[in-house]
């Protein structure tokens, strides 16, 4: 059997999400369609990381498996096959016992908002014109890197074993016409950066205190965070692998 990963990166805008669900237009379905039809056979994909409706990816990765070797040049031929919004990058034979979600080791979220109305931002970032505390709201990302149980910014039935996150880093950085968060850590959880966006902007406006921040986090109650935070400013920029991962193939 030849396993591949395939890199992926696509505009949430029409989906609703990456995973694929009963009666629905996703990421994964249009792919799936897409490769059945260049391979003449149904194509079952394994992805690397969840996205929810109407977020975007830079780089994504799935899996899947075939019996015969797939010809290098067929990445042309699905990009023919896929729709506008989704593209893939590459296609990588690996190893029978590789697997995209479990051997990641990190995953990289960035957020924007934008605080001058523009049309050319409209689906890719929030519009959110109020006025903010950026030291405030760094010193509130600074804040998150504190903590590892994340419970209160998984939305609410998210079926894990654990709440536990790693953060690498977790920052703001002010653009000419709003800003961006910018986090990685070793998993995220249902909803996690949304709703850390929600609740830090309300450090950022004053409405909440640093230190009431803290009380969200440590409370481990998901009604404690703000989850109002539209998907179509949110993008996942990576997947990161062990080193080397893909030259072993």
Request: glycine share 6%.
């Amino acid at each position: 059997m030849n396993r591949y990963f395939l890199e992926v990166s696509y505009h949430g805008g029409r989906y609703a999400g990456s995973q694929v669900q009963l009666n629905t237009l996703t990421v994964q379905s249009e792919l799936e369609k897409a490769m059945a039809v260049y391979c003449r056979q149904p194509i079952i994909l394994t992805g690397s990381s969840r996205t929810d409706a109407g977020v975007h990816a830079s780089q994504n990765f799935y899996h899947f498996d075939l019996e015969k070797p797939l010809n290098p040049k067929a990445i042309y031929n699905f990009n023919a096959i896929l729709p506008h919004d989704i593209a893939i990058k590459q296609i990588v034979p690996v190893p029978e016992t590789a697997h995209c979600r479990f051997d990641a080791i990190a995953r990289e979220y960035e957020y924007f908002i934008h605080q001058v109305k523009d049309p050319f931002q409209v689906d890719r970032a929030w519009f959110y014109p109020y006025t903010l505390n950026w030291e405030a709201l760094q010193a509130a990302a600074g804040v998150l890197k504190e903590y590892t149980d994340f419970t209160s910014f998984a939305k609410r039935n998210s079926q894990v074993h654990t709440f536990n996150c790693s953060i690498v880093y977790s920052e703001w950085k002010v653009l000419e016409q709003g800003a961006v968060f910018r986090v990685k850590a070793n998993r995220f959880l249902r909803g996690m950066v949304r709703g850390l966006v929600g609740t830090m902007l309300q450090v950022g406006r004053g409405k909440i205190t640093l230190q009431e921040l803290r009380h969200v986090v440590e409370a481990k109650d998901c009604t404690k965070a703000d989850f109002a935070v539209p998907g179509h400013g949110l993008f996942l920029r990576k997947v990161e692998y062990p080193e080397h991962y893909f030259s072993k193939s």
